[in-house]
Nanobody, 122 residues
Framework: VQLQASGGGLVQAGDSLRLSCAAS????????MGWFRQAPGKEREFVAG???????YYADSVKGRFTISRDNAKNTVYLQMNSLKPEDTAVYYC?????????????????WGQGTEVTVSS
């Protein structure tokens, strides 16, 4: 099972980026998926998640700016990030649960991608 995250880069404040996470090895259409991030010197934190049915949940810090979506036919989950701020700078990780119910706890996620770096300059 592999989760391959991509789409990170260096952008300016106010710009947008779309991260992608392609899963291989098994289908995740019935599983909850999430995005987490880890800024330098900080702990990994929940950013956004989507249940198997499409119910979404966001951290307060990104609500209204980020949108998570999934294309189950492509076994891919996306994170559209708009109005980026310097404090969004971090390595972003996608993750999947063995189960369909969405949670925000890192320990509840069973499969992790390698991370893609996002840097937002002011």
């Amino acid at each position: 099972v592999q989760l391959q995250a991509s789409g990170g880069g260096l952008v300016q404040a106010g710009d947008s980026l779309r991260l992608s996470c392609a899963a291989s090895g098994r289908t995740f259409s019935g599983n909850a998926m999430g995005w987490f991030r880890q800024a330098p010197g900080k702990e990994r934190e929940f950013v956004a998640g989507a249940s198997w049915s499409g119910t979404t949940y966001y951290a307060d810090s990104v609500k209204g700016r980020f949108t998570i979506s999934r294309d189950n036919a492509k076994n891919t989950v996306y994170l559209q990030m708009n109005s980026l701020k310097p404090e969004d700078t971090a390595v972003y990780y996608c993750a999947a649960r063995r189960y369909s119910v969405l949670t925000t706890k890192i320990s509840d996620f069973d499969f992790w991608g390698q991370g893609t770096e996002v840097t937002v300059s002011s």
